[in-house]
C-alpha cells in the first residue's frame, strides 16, 4: 500500500502545531487556576503523582515505537495477516503492561508518605487520590490503546492529534470551570476524576476511527520466533533510551517532594512547565526533518549525511540559542507577572533552566541521525549510566545546595554522557569519522560560547525594560531583534552559516 509520506508530513506538522497550542495554552490557564484556587501543596501534590506513575509507566517505553516500526514493511506489502498478528500481540502485551503498573502502583501505597517532605494538606485522603491517578494511567493500556498504532504505522498522527486536541481541550475547561466555580478541598477530587473519564474517551474515540478507516485489521494470528525476536531487540535499546529521556523530570520532581517539599514542588514544576512548553514547539524541527534523515541514510553517502548534519545541527543550535536567551530574559518577569513573587525564585534558577533547556537542545539532531541509524540498542549502556548519574547527584546535590542542585545535577548527565558519549556513539557506529566526536565538541562549544555573548548583551538591553506587561511586551521584541542580528554578525561568513542559507533557500524554491 502505497503512503502519501510528503502530504501526511506537511499535515501532521500543521496539525501538530496546532494541538502544541491547545494541549500547553489550556493547562496553563487550569495550572494558573489551581494555583490561585487550591494552593501550591494541592499541585505540587498533583505533580508528585504524576512523576511517580511516569516512573512506572517506563514499563512500556518502547515497545509502541516497535511494534509502528514492525508495521512499516507489512503496510508497505499489502500483509494484512502480519499487521493483525502484530496488532494482537500488541494487546497482549499492553495488558500485560497494565497489570504490571497497577501492581507496581498499589505496592507503593503505603510508602507514599516518604515522597513528602513535612505535612501534606491534612483534609486530603492522598491514598483515594494516588488511586484515581493509578487507575486513571492503567485504563489506557486496558481499553484499545493498542490500536494507535495502525493510525501511527500509516502516518495518520494527524488524526490521533485532533482527537487529543478534543480530549485534552474538554478535560482541561471542565477542570478549569471546577476550579473557578469551587475554591475547596471537594473540587480536586472532582478535577482527578475528570482526568479519568476524559482518558477513557480518548481511548474510545481511537479505536472508532480506527475500525472506521481500517476495518480489515484485527487482532488475529501470530508472530513468527523471528519476529517476536526482532521486536525484543528492538524494544530493548528504545525502552532503555527511553527510560533515560523520560526519568528526568520524574525523578527531580520525586527528589525536590521528598526532601524540599511539595510547595516547592510546584515551584520547580512551574518553571519547568515554561521549559518543557519551549521544548515542545522545537521538536517541531526534528520531527520535520526525521523522515527526510531516515531516507538520506538509506539513499546518501554518509560524507553527505555529515555535512547536512552539521548543517541541521548549525540552523537548530540557531533556533535553540535565540530561544534560551529569550527564556533567560523573560523568565523572571513573566513568573512575577504568573504566579506572583512568593511562587518566583532567584534569578539563578532563570540562569539554570535557561542553560538546562540549551544543554539539552545540543543532542537533538544527533538523536536524530542515531535514531534513524537505528542505533537503539548501541545507546543502551549510555541512556543506563546517564539515568544512574542523573539519580546519585540528585541525591546529593539536593543536599548540598536545595533545587538549584537539582537542575545542576540534570544538566551534568545531559552534557557529560548524553551528548558526548551519545556523539561518540553515533561516529563510531555511522559516520566514522577520525575526529569526528571532538568536532561536534568543539563546534558546539563555539555555538555556547557565541550564544553567552549575545544572551548577555541582549540581557543588559532588557535590564533597562521595567519589570510589568508592558515590560514583558518590550522584553520579547528586544529578544527577537538583538540575538539574531548578533547571530547574524558573528556568523554570516561561517561555512556552516552558508550551508545552511544554501539549503532553506533551495526548500523555498
Same mark, same amino acid.
Given at each position: ?136 494511567? +492503567? *485504563?489506557?493500556? &486496558?481499553? !484499545? ?5 495502525? @493510525?501511527? %504505522?500509516?502516518?495518520? #498522527? ?33 478535577? +482527578? *476524576?475528570?482526568? &479519568?473519564? !476524559? ?5 474510545? @474515540?481511537? %479505536?472508532?476511527?480506527? #475500525? ?298
Amino acid at each position: 500500500m502505497k503512503i502519501e509520506k510528503t502530504k501526511n508530513a506537511k499535515r501532521n506538522i500543521m496539525v501538530g502545531l496546532f494541538n502544541k497550542l491547545i494541549v500547553l495554552f489550556l493547562p496553563f490557564l487550569v495550572r494558573t487556576a489551581f494555583i490561585y484556587s487550591l494552593g501550591a501543596e494541592y499541585l505540587g501534590l498533583n505533580s508528585l503523582f504524576t512523576a511517580i506513575l511516569n516512573v512506572l509507566n517506563m514499563t512500556e517505553l518502547g515497545f509502541s515505537s516497535a511494534v509502528v516500526f514492525s508495521m512499516y514493511e507489512p503496510i508497505a506489502t499489502d500483509d494484512t495477516s502480519t499487521i493483525c498478528a502484530l496488532l494482537n500481540f500488541y494487546r497482549k502485551v499492553y495488558r500485560i503492561i497494565g497489570i504490571v503498573i497497577l501492581a507496581a502502583g498499589v505496592v507503593l501505597i503505603p510508602f507514599l508518605p516518604y515522597f513528602i517532605k513535612g505535612e501534606c494538606p491534612a483534609e486530603l485522603n492522598i491514598y483515594f487520590l494516588y488511586i484515581i491517578y493509578l487507575v486513571n494511567t +492503567v *485504563v489506557s493500556y &486496558l481499553l !484499545f490503546a493498542y490500536k494507535k498504532s495502525i @493510525l501511527e %504505522a500509516f502516518q495518520r #498522527n494527524d488524526i490521533l492529534f485532533w482527537i487529543d486536541t478534543f480530549t485534552v481541550g474538554l478535560t482541561n475547561l471542565f477542570q478549569l470551570i471546577l476550579l473557578l466555580v469551587w475554591h475547596n478541598v471537594r473540587v480536586y477530587y472532582l478535577y +482527578v *476524576v475528570t482526568l &479519568l473519564i !476524559f482518558t477513557v474517551v480518548n481511548n474510545f @474515540l481511537n %479505536a472508532m476511527v480506527v #475500525n472506521r478507516k481500517y476495518p480489515q485489521y484485527k487482532c488475529s494470528g501470530k508472530l513468527s520466533a523471528e519476529s517476536s525476536a526482532s521486536i525484543k531487540k528492538q524494544v530493548s535499546g528504545l525502552m532503555i533510551n527511553k527510560i533515560c529521556q523520560m526519568t528526568r523530570n520524574s525523578f527531580d520532581s520525586i527528589f525536590v517532594s521528598a526532601f524540599l517539599g511539595l510547595t516547592m514542588t510546584t515551584i520547580y514544576n512551574n518553571y519547568y512547565y515554561v521549559l518543557n512548553a519551549v521544548v515542545g514547539f522545537s521538536t517541531i524541527f526534528t520531527n520535520a526533518i526525521t523522515a527526510g534523515v531516515g531516507n538520506s541514510i538509506v539513499t546518501e553517502h554518509k560524507d553527505k549525511n555529515y555535512k547536512d548534519f552539521y548543517t541541521f545541527n548549525f540552523m537548530y543550535m540557531w533556533i535553540s540559542g535565540w530561544a534560551a536567551i529569550t527564556m533567560f530574559c523573560l523568565y523572571q518577569n513573566f513568573m512575577m507577572l504568573w504566579v506572583g513573587k512568593e511562587l518566583t525564585l532567584s534569578v539563578a534558577i532563570s540562569l539554570l533552566f535557561s542553560l538546562y533547556f540549551y544543554v539539552l537542545k545540543i543532542g537533538d539532531i544527533r538523536a536524530t541521525y542515531s535514531s534513524s541509524a537505528g542505533l537503539w540498542w548501541e545507546n543502551r549502556y549510555r541512556a543506563i549510566i546517564e539515568v544512574i548519574e542523573n539519580i546519585v547527584l540528585n541525591y546529593f546535590f539536593v543536599k548540598l545546595w536545595g533545587i538549584h542542585g537539582i537542575i545542576i545535577a540534570t544538566i551534568i548527565p545531559i552534557l557529560t554522557i548524553n551528548n558526548t558519549v551519545g556523539m561518540w556513539i553515533l561516529n563510531s557506529r555511522y559516520f566514522k569519522k577520525q575526529h569526528g566526536t571532538i568536532e561536534f565538541f568543539v563546534r558546539n562549544s563555539i555555538y555556547f560560547v557565541v550564544t553567552l555573548f549575545a544572551s548577555m548583551i541582549t540581557w543588559t538591553v532588557c535590564y533597562l525594560t521595567p519589570s510589568n506587561i508592558s515590560g514583558l511586551f518590550m522584553k520579547g521584541l528586544i529578544c527577537i531583534f538583538v540575538p539574531n542580528l548578533l547571530y547574524f554578525i558573528i556568523y554570516q561568513k561561517n561555512k556552516d552559516y552558508q550551508n545552511a542559507k544554501k539549503w532553506l533557500l533551495a526548500r523555498i524554491k
